[in-house]
């Protein structure tokens, strides 16, 4: 701990990339809670209020901002990665956002929404762990990024790090200030859960634990306990993380 974090008032944006669960978000809201700047940190369709960040809720209020620093979570739900006009939008978006004094932070599991044009505007990338470098896009910078460090926790196979621990790499650092880093964990859960209404329609005789509401036909409905459900479209996270063993494996190579 106490590692020197990235300076956001030097980027004019920060891609975190890494597999699900793996404290992408926790990271970035250590590096906004860390911020000792004057600019205002806005949270672009977040769905929680955190700390005093402003929340952004349309797309089209960010040409609004100067001189603000903008987090964009899982940003792969706002662009679609396989339309090339949205990827020119969005470098057009990152240069737009770099001449009003504005950095953007970004989060994604998806290493292939980062073509090679959107690489060229990435100041600093910062990864958490990833299982399978194989699912890398082949000749990406992140992928060149895991296999050209010298630690045994990087290799051609997989980039093995614990819960806590980043890869930071900046063309902008000294030295000695790129490599493995550690950040205390936020609390920050799984705040895109959404409660869904589980409603079934039940003949009026039979009799269910809940609420029940009758219909003029003589039918009624229950409504059951409410249950959270993952809303967004992507796989469901791991249950728990790494041991040590299964983090010494994937270092060396062992994938089984």
């Not at 998806?110 to 044009?117: C, G, M, N, P, V």
């Not at 296999?147 to 990087?154: A, F, G, L, M």
């Not at 000695?176 to 959404?194: S, V």
């Amino acid at each position: 701990m106490g590692v020197k974090i990235v300076n956001l008032d030097e980027v004019k944006s920060v891609a975190v990339l890494g597999d699900i669960n793996s404290g992408k978000t926790n990271l970035v809201f250590k590096f906004l809670r860390d911020y000792k700047g004057t600019r205002q940190i806005y949270l672009v369709g977040y769905p929680k209020q955190i700390d005093d960040f402003k929340k952004i809720s349309f797309f089209r209020d960010l040409f609004k901002l100067t001189d603000s620093i903008i987090f964009i979570d899982e940003i792969q739900n706002y662009i679609n990665i396989y339309d090339r006009r949205k990827i020119h939008q969005l470098i057009s978006l990152i240069s737009f956002f770099a001449h009003n004094n504005n950095t953007l932070i970004f989060t994604t599991c998806l290493s292939q929404f980062i073509t090679k044009a959107i690489e060229s505007y990435v100041d600093c990338w910062c990864m958490t762990r990833i299982m399978d470098l194989n699912g890398l896009k082949n000749g990406g910078k992140p992928k060149r990024i895991i296999q050209d460090i010298t630690d045994n926790r990087c290799n051609e196979w997989s980039l093995a790090l614990k819960k806590g621990e980043y890869l930071e790499h900046s063309e902008l650092n000294d030295s000695d200030e790129n490599g493995i880093k550690t950040f205390e964990f936020q609390n920050i859960g799984k705040d895109w859960r959404g409660k869904v209404l589980d409603i079934k329609v039940e003949d009026k005789n039979s009799t269910r634990n809940g609420t029940e509401i009758c219909t003029e036909n003589g039918t009624k409905k229950v409504l059951l306990k409410e249950k959270c459900t993952e809303k967004l479209p992507c796989p469901k996270p791991a249950k728990r993380d790494l041991t040590d063993k299964e983090i010494n494996k994937l270092a060396w190579g062992n994938l089984k």
